[in-house]
């Protein structure tokens, strides 16, 4: 089983600041295979990025990621009042589908 | 435009069983593979197998394997996720979700709104 290690577990930044979220995988993993969501309280997972580093439809492009093989990053330029979520990685390269344990966006 | 509705809340005895349904609207049902995630309340999303709409064929997570049955109608359009002989630590919210395969791409999308089933005496 591919295990994916976000870090860190909680970030704190303003609104304006850019943030950088990590996931590291167990193994080598597919730029393919590797998608980014964000959760907030009370609602399904919306996807935000797919292969890794493609923005999904209607994602701004404050939202971006990029990584290969075991190291992965969501980094969000500008923070907007709606981005303080939970984001997770998940991997599709092998089964189990595993995602990351989460990191959490607060408000400064 | 393509949605997943998932049926309400349960809540249920231990050592009892648990279906939830997943109905599909916006897209051909039977031409993509569902799967289901978990999320205990307050941590985070565990996947726990798919089903191939349009031969029924499964693939669990070995962690619920002889407990979760997947299932579907196609008449309706409809998935199934039944969990049995359940725990208290199955409290959670059961969400399905569709897979998308673009070339060597996937993705998850979109994703049902989530079924909270609680487990207690």
């Known amino acids: 089983e591919i295990v994916l290690t976000q870090s860190p577990g909680t970030l704190s930044l303003s609104p304006g600041e850019r943030a950088t979220l990590s996931c590291r995988a167990s193994?080598?993993?597919?730029?393919?295979?590797l998608a980014w969501y964000q959760q907030k309280p009370g609602q399904a997972p919306r996807l935000l990025i797919y292969?890794?580093?493609i923005r999904a439809t209607g994602i701004p492009d404050r939202f971006s990621g990029s990584g290969s093989g075991t190291d992965f990053s969501l980094t969000i330029s500008r923070l907007e009042p709606e981005d303080f979520a939970v984001y997770y990685c998940?991997?599709?390269?092998?089964?189990?589908?595993?995602f990351g344990q989460g990191t959490k966006l607060n408000i400064k | 435009q393509v949605q997943l509705v998932q049926s309400g809340a349960e809540v249920k005895k231990p050592g009892a069983s648990v279906k939830v349904s997943c109905k599909a609207s916006?897209?051909?049902?039977?031409?993509?593979?569902l799967h289901w995630v978990r999320q205990v309340p307050g941590q985070g999303l565990e996947w726990m197998g798919w089903?191939?709409?349009?031969?029924?064929?499964?693939i669990y997570a070995q962690k619920f394997q002889g407990r979760v049955t997947l299932t579907r109608d196609t008449s309706i359009n409809t998935a199934y996720m039944e969990l049995s002989s359940l725990r208290s630590d199955d409290t959670a919210v059961y969400y399905c979700?569709?897979?998308?395969?673009?070339?060597?791409?996937?993705?998850?999308?979109?994703w049902g709104q989530g079924t909270l089933v609680t487990v207690s005496s």
């Open positions: 979700v569709r897979i998308q395969l673009l070339g060597l791409l996937k993705r998850f999308d979109p």
């Open positions: 292969g890794a580093s």
């Open positions: 193994q080598s993993v597919s730029s393919n295979s």
């Open positions: 916006g897209y051909t049902f039977t031409g993509y593979y």
């Open positions: 089903i191939n709409p349009n031969t029924g064929g499964t």
């Open positions: 998940q991997q599709f390269h092998n089964s189990p589908f595993t």
